[in-house]
């Protein structure tokens, strides 16, 4: 099994800036797409960005230009650097990581990100 352990959260004034940060730990060899979803209240969780092994990152439309995802395999680590933090970006966000086949391996406890206006 894959453990994700997230940090990074926090609250932050709009157009701010946050970096999540997640270590992966236990079977990371079967670990291939890392990334974050996130769940604001009352709503289904939604990707928010994804990057495989080899460094190809999606984005979701509503944070692209915004937001970066990086990746450190020497680490087990993904980032995700936001900026121009709006108070829609206001969710938990919640670490995953795929394997090689594409099926889920494990989600993070998820680490909350309040955006004030």
């Known amino acids: 099994q894959v453990q994700l352990a997230e940090s990074g959260g926090g609250l932050v004034q709009a157009g701010g800036s946050l970096r999540l940060s997640c270590v992966a730990s236990g079977s990371i060899f079967s670990i291939s797409t890392m990334g974050w979803y996130r769940q604001a209240p009352g709503k289904q969780r939604e990707l928010v960005a994804g990057i495989t092994s080899g460094g190809s990152a999606n984005y979701a439309d509503s944070v692209k230009g915004r937001f970066t995802i990086s990746r450190d395999n020497a680490k087990n680590t993904v980032y995700l650097q936001m900026n121009s933090l709006k108070p829609e970006d206001t969710a938990v966000y919640y670490c995953?990581?795929?394997?090689?086949?594409?099926?889920?391996?494990?989600w993070g406890q998820g680490t909350q990100v309040t955006v004030s206006s």
């Open positions: 995953y990581c795929n394997n090689r086949f594409g099926t889920l391996e494990s």
